[in-house]
């Protein structure tokens, strides 16, 4: 009996053992270069240095992040970081006789490499999914245009309500969309989005 007993101990501490030392596969983390996409026709060099890039517009307030991380997955700091989008209309600023600036901003990378924006969910045009653009640069050399994407389900949901609703879902699922469809690997270029009990969304970015 007590034989039995050493021998199940035994087997248990081997057991624990390799359960403290196994390290799944899919938790490796992901450093892959953050593939390139077309800048679009709404860019504007003037862009100004901010945080808050609401600028009076209209929609539900969101918090977005991005980390930019090198293909080692260490934070880059000092990253310069550039975004767009559209407005709850799905209109870009600084384009088509547009003065203004709204819903755009840079900012640069703390030690974390993150850059946090405050903005409204962008707003979808006809013939594209909604999206946004983005710009990295690195010791002053642009080093990435690219664009992120969000999940239609979670899109839906939030334009069924306040500024979006009048004009109701995208007419461009993800599926559908040219540029999406294109990627090698959306799921790297798809956003983090939670809704509750704001609207907070994340993504991130990997340079060479």
Known sequence: MINKMLISISTITVLFASILSFTP??????????EALT?????????????????????????????VVDTSCKPVKGARVDIWHANAAGKYSAVDGNSQNFL??????????????????????????????FKVWKNGEQVLTSQFFANDAINAKIYA???YASRGNQDTLLAADRIY?????????????????????SGKVVIA
């Open 25 to 34: 596969h899919a938790s490796a983390a992901s450093c892959t270069a953050t």
């Open 39 to 67: 800048e679009g026709p709404y860019y504007s060099t003037n862009t100004p240095v901010r945080s808050n890039i609401i600028s009076s517009q209209v929609g539900t307030k969101t918090t977005f992040t991005i980390s």
């Open 104 to 133: 755009r901003g840079t900012q640069t990378t703390n030690a974390k490499g993150q850059v946090t924006f405050t903005t409204i969910y962008p707003g979808w045009y006809p013939g594209r999914t909604m999206h946004v653009h």
């Open 161 to 163: 309500t306040g500024a």
């Open 181 to 201: 469809t294109g990627l090698s690997n959306p799921a790297a270029l798809t956003l983090s989005v939670k809704i509750a009990p704001t609207i907070t969304v």
